[in-house]
């Protein structure tokens, strides 16, 4: 029986086109869909976009619009 080990990992660094280095990255909540959250990473130093990252929602919660 496999026991599951991580769940989820958060870029800490990533590579920069405009600083032409690996910079530290914010985490920024980009979208809410109905199959998960779309998340942007970006430079601390430039602001430059450096990737994203797509989590789906595991719990199939339903989202509720009022």
């Given amino acids: 029986m496999k026991r ?3 769940k989820d990992f958060d ?8 600083c032409r280095q690996a910079v530290p990255v ?5 979208l809410i869909l109905t199959n998960g959250e779309k998340y ?6 430039c602001g430059t976009s450096v990737g994203d990252k797509m989590v789906s929602d595991r719990d199939n919660k339903p989202l509720i619009i009022r």
């Fill in 40 to 45: 942007d990473y970006s430079c601390v130093y």
């Fill in 26 to 30: 914010r985490k920024r909540l980009l």
């Fill in 11 to 18: 870029a800490t660094q990533l590579f920069c086109p405009h």
């Fill in 4 to 6: 599951e080990q991580y």
